[in-house]
């Protein structure tokens, strides 16, 4: 397409027909990637003899196809774009970026950041050299542009991706400073100077932000960048040319020039203010920016705060920097010393008016209440308001230097106060009252620990923050909410001071002001949570959910969803009857949300911090009712659509908590309903596309569909569930490009599969194994090493002679059973296993090699069966001491084991008391060794010395529930041991049997009876045993012990439970 022919097309896309204008889009897309394209665009752009509007079009086509298209995100996607279009437009951007109307450049600006971003140094080395030339010649401008775009590049970057840097500043840097000299010393300067100073302080802070470059820490090099800075911010801004409207005043080129040196010189105080948390080489840097910069920088903006005093203009951001400065340099000695002399004038004089209520906000309160709200309740906000810095500057004042300071600024409220009751109504200072009301709700950590005010504060609260529930001025009713909630937790001597509070702030619910409904809503949650007895709540608990709905569809708020979820947490079940209209509600607002969440577009838009806190407060509601599995039905058409429409790409930015409801459903829900099933794909194809971040959150559902609903998952077929989790596990196991912690779930949804379908699933067994063998061999953290070694050890309990003749198969059996054996053998420096730590761990392992030993002795050679025999043996101990570690930790007693407790004191009499050995009798060195036997014996010995497996690599996932959970491994391995061989023949054991005679003293508890069971294989078994030594055969005879005392703890757990179940509610 020609040059002509394009701008034709460019504008019949302005065409107010609608199908003249799609077609002239579809034109444009059809030509975008022809040779010249974009350098047609670029010239219509810049053609002065060109329509604007055309232009503007040009310059939106010509960024969005840079955006795209100019460095791919996948590095084998073909280009898109010729070199030699990429080296014209290189060549002349630079040229045009600044000759262009602003309208233009903002447009060619961001195109030229996405070029430097993916080109600079390799693909355009020679960009620093033409902004060099032209920072010396008459293209100031330009170069300065170029330059800010190249610096930021690096603003946020690590030291290693800093190198260029280094040659930015060197090459550039004096040029610079010539430049920024020789602007301050102009005499009138014009408007068109603030924009050049401008940018040079854009590109010096984009270069000092993270560090400061190796050439400014030359003193004499510094000094001279701090001479012009300093000359800045002591220049009396040009008072000609200052618009009138505020919005235009505070966004004026002098004022961003005030604006942006106050911001450099606060950054470098932080940097080096402190020195004791400068790096050693850095010190004496710091040392001498503290003693010739910071005491100057704080007289300067002293000067400037003084403006404010008299009535001055200073915008409204550089008053909230410079607050900053002067809190940082309260704890400082040496710059408190210079503040002190002032703190009176700047105390009372400057930051308390900014405390109080103005003309600005009375205007917005009556204007637009919406924004208000906003405005008071967003952090964004908080950034840049006066008012907040100075709350900010008097916690750290009173914080910090509070014996001289405290006393005096509480007096002057309490004057306040005194002057507020002693006038008349219409002369009583409103705005003063609110902007004390504000500072003692500011100061409650400090009043509520501070003596007397401690004492004072419920009569301060009765007397002055409570009769203004009642004021005829509405910012006063918001105030007395906002600070009651900030003492609802003090110990009130009259409970009746109590009720009448949090009676206020409901009252406040129903204000006829948006702004008092919103800080009495946000009260509440305070006073919910403080409240001892909720009768005083759940008589007007209907009411108080209807005016949180009704305030929800008027303001988009997560704090508003807070105080909701405060009260569902707070009455549990109680919320049953409210919860399917609390979902339903819930739901719509969430809907609301959204749809100005994708209106706005905006990264910190407070309606998608609202929609998300919507979902949390639908997960609280279904936590607290997760008893009364009928409601779940009930409120499932609720949630559906918003399930639904949020597991795919719309729902990016909500999918945990969306992934967290689906949990929540099919895991509390009587049966999993099969539009409940419809998810399962969504969730499958977020996972395949884009939503690998949430692999762990997505198998938890994928676990409650699969475990609760296992014959749906073994019998559909449309679709099938079974091929489509296989597609997904091995596609995500076979990923190179995938890290290991990455694909962690995919093996524990084999397990998964293992457990809940055992003798069902005897097809995928072998396709499972390959997979996981695999990846075994190229995975290098012993994380996944256990977790698909787990995979062989499932798959051997599943079907054990099926899993050895697929290894045999595949002749990898040596090889797997190798490296089970290392990982099981590997322990810390405290004697713990250094894998398989989880409890779940060491039990599926367990499981997995007492099934080896039920194998036939023709398919199970009788060296492979002593190690797993002992290696079961070991892992048995493992196991109970890490339960006993646990239950300790929770401070749960449990003396149930005798012979078995855990040796977790340094008293070695007490040890051997439990196991009945005689104190007297230690010197006998047969009763030594006999002590030594039964600490292995008892086996289950961890010391609190040790580190503890009992949280260590602990994650959610521990709590899921699993069929092996009524499984317990030792009357597993007693049993399987039972059906095979005897346990143990009575000539092998003649020295043992005397050694827990002797050790049991002859005590009641020594009614220990070995195990005489009749057995298949005789003589397989007197092999064995002939090989173990006696530290082996005392572990088989305390596992057998115990295997029977759990036998009868089941036994009796579930006769509790069947009384509990049968006995009448």
């Known amino acids: ?32 990637y022809t040779p010249q394209h974009l350098v047609r665009l670029l010239q219509i752009i810049v053609d002065n003899n060109c329509d604007m509007a055309v232009r503007q079009v040009a310059s939106i086509h010509f960024k969005n196809f840079i955006a795209k298209n100019w460095a791919p995100l996948d590095p084998n996607e073909q280009q898109k774009i010729l070199q030699s279009d990429k080296d014209m437009v290189r060549d002349h951007i630079l040229v045009f970026v600044t000759q262009v109307p602003p309208l233009l450049r903002v447009q060619l600006g961001e195109c030229l950041k996405t070029i430097i971003h993916a080109d600079y140094p390799e693909q355009w080395p020679r960009l620093l050299d033409w902004v060099k030339h032209n920072l010396q010649d008459q293209q100031v401008y330009g170069a300065l542009f170029v330059l800010r775009i190249l610096a930021r590049k690096y603003e946020f970057k690590s030291e290693e991706e800093r190198t260029p840097v280094h040659r930015i500043v060197e090459e550039t840097f004096p040029h610079l400073l010539n430049i920024f000299n ?108 503290q003693k010739n910069y910071a005491g100057k920088i704080l007289e300067c903006h002293l000067n400037l705060l003084g403006v404010i005093r008299v009535g001055g203009y200073l915008p409204d951001r550089v008053t909230n920097l410079i607050l900053q400065y002067l809190g940082s340099s309260i704890s400082k000695n040496s710059m408190y010393t210079l503040l002190q002399p002032q703190i009176d004038v700047l105390l009372f004089e400057i930051v308390f008016p900014l405390m109080c209520f103005n003309d600005n906000d009375q205007k917005l309160w009556e204007e637009d209440p919406h924004e208000y709200v906003r405005k008071g309740y967003d952090i964004i906000e908080d950034l840049y308001s006066p008012r907040t810095a100075s709350m900010d500057f008097v916690c750290e004042l009173v914080r910090k230097r509070g014996k001289e300071n405290l006393q005096k600024f509480i007096q002057f409220i309490v004057e306040i106060f005194k002057r507020y009751d002693e006038a008349p109504v219409e002369y009583k200072p409103y705005r003063q009252k609110d902007g004390a009301l504000l500072a003692v709700g500011a100061l409650c950590d400090k009043l509520k620990q501070t003596e007397p005010y401690k ?9 002055h923050v409570f009769p203004e529930f009642r004021s005829p001025v509405g910012h006063l009713r918001a105030k007395a909410a906002w600070v009651a909630g900030q003492y609802a937790r003090i110990n009130f001597s009259d409970q009746n001071n109590f009720r009448l509070a949090l009676h206020s702030v409901v009252s406040g619910l129903c204000d006829p002001e948006l702004p008092v409904r919103v800080d009495s809503v946000f009260a509440l949650r305070s006073f919910v949570e403080a409240c001892r007895d909720l009768n005083e709540i759940r008589p007007i608990l209907p009411q108080l959910l209807d005016e949180i709905f009704k305030l929800m569809n008027e303001v988009e708020n997560e704090d508003l969803v807070f105080t909701l979820e405060t009260i569902v947490d707070k009455f549990g079940e109680e919320m049953a009857p409210f919860a399917l209209g609390l979902c339903q509600n819930l739901a719509a607002a969430f809907w609301r949300c959204m749809n100005t969440s994708e209106a706005d577009d ?6 998608a911090l609202a929609a998300v806190g919507c979902l949390r407060a639908i997960s609280t509601i279904l936590e607290s009712v997760s008893r009364l599995p009928q409601l779940f039905v009930q409120i499932e058409p609720t949630l559906l659509p918003i399930m639904r429409r949020m597991l795919t790409t719309d729902g990016q930015e909500v999918f945990e908590e969306v992934l967290e409801i689906v949990s929540y459903m099919t895991f509390f829900s009587p049966t999993i309903s099969l539009e409940m099933w419809s998810l399962w794909p969504l969730m499958i194809e977020a996972l395949a596309d884009w939503a690998i971040d949430f692999f762990p959150n997505i198998l938890v559902p994928l676990d409650n569909y699969i475990s609760r609903g296992t014959a749906h998952f073994l019998t559909c077929k449309e679709p099938d569930y079974q ?96 490296l089970w054996f290392h990982l099981l053998q590997q322990v810390k420096k405290s004697g713990l296993l250094a894998n398989f730590k989880r409890e779940h761990d060491k039990k599926v392992c367990c499981l997995g090699l007492t099934s080896l030993l039920a194998l036939p002795g023709e398919q199970f050679p009788g060296e492979a069966l002593e190690r797993v025999f002992k290696a079961t043996l070991d892992l048995l101990v493992a196991y109970k001491g890490q339960i006993t570690v646990a239950a300790n930790e929770e401070e749960v007693e449990d003396d149930d084991m005798d012979g078995f407790q855990t040796d977790d004191e340094d008293d070695a009499n007490a040890s051997d008391k439990e196991m009945g050995v005689d104190a007297e009798d230690e010197d006998e060195a047969d009763n030594i060794r006999l002590q030594k036997l039964a600490a292995q014996a008892k086996a289950f010995h961890p010391t609190d010395d040790d ?15 699993s069929p092996i959970d009524e499984v317990d491994p030792f009357v597993f391995f007693v049993d399987t041991v039972k059906g095979k061989m005897f346990y143990l023949a009575f000539s092998v054991c003649f020295m043992f049997i005397f050694y827990f005679l002797f050790c049991m003293a002859l005590s009641e508890r020594a009614t220990f009876s070995l195990l005489a069971l009749q057995a298949s294989d005789p003589i397989r078994f007197q092999n064995l045993t002939q090989t173990l030594d006696f530290h082996f055969q005392a572990l088989a005879n305390s596992v057998a012990q115990h295997a029977e005392q759990r036998r009868a703890e089941i036994e009796k757990e579930k006769m509790e439970k069947a009384s509990a179940t049968a006995a009448p509610s």
């Open 1 to 32: 397409m020609d040059l002509p022919s394009l701008v034709v097309v460019l504008q019949a896309a302005l065409n107010p027909n609608p199908a003249e204008r799609k077609a002239a889009e579809q034109s444009l897309n059809q030509f975008q």
């Open 182 to 289: 020789r602007l301050v010393q102009i005499d009138k300067p014009a408007l068109e100077v603030a924009d050049l100073i401008k940018l040079i302080c854009k590109i010096f802070w984009s270069s000092i932000y993270l560090e400061i470059p190796k050439q400014l820490l030359d003193p004499n090099l510094f000094n001279a960048w701090m001479m012009p800075f300093l000359n800045v911010l002591e220049r009396p801004v040009p008072l000609e040319g200052q618009p009138v409207d505020p919005e235009l005043r505070k966004s004026w080129g002098w004022w961003k020039v005030k604006k942006w040196t106050v911001h450099i010189l606060n950054r470098l105080y932080t940097r080096f203010g402190d020195l004791k948390l400068r790096n050693p080489e850095n010190r004496a840097f710091a040392q001498m920016f």
């Open 455 to 463: 004492s004072e504060l419920e009569h301060m609260l009765m007397q």
């Open 602 to 607: 905006e990264a910190d838009d407070p309606g």
């Open 723 to 818: 091929q489509s989790l296989w597609n997904m596990i091995s596609s995500v196991m076979a990923d190179k490009n995938l890290e290991d912690n990455d694909i962690e779930p995919a093996p524990k949804l084999i397990e998964v599969v293992f457990q809940n379908c055992r003798g069902q699933v005897d097809h995928w067994v072998e396709p499972y194994l390959r997979i996981t063998l695999d990846r075994l061999r190229r995975t290098e953290k012993s994380r996944l090493k256990c977790l698909l070694v787990q995979v062989i050890a499932n798959s051997v309990y599943y079907n054990a002679v099926l899993t050895l003749s697929i290894l045999n198969k595949l002749c990898v059996t040596t090889e797997v059973f190798n």
């Open 947 to 961: 580190d503890s497996d009992s949280d260590d690599d602990f994650s959610d996932d521990e709590e899921l529930l």
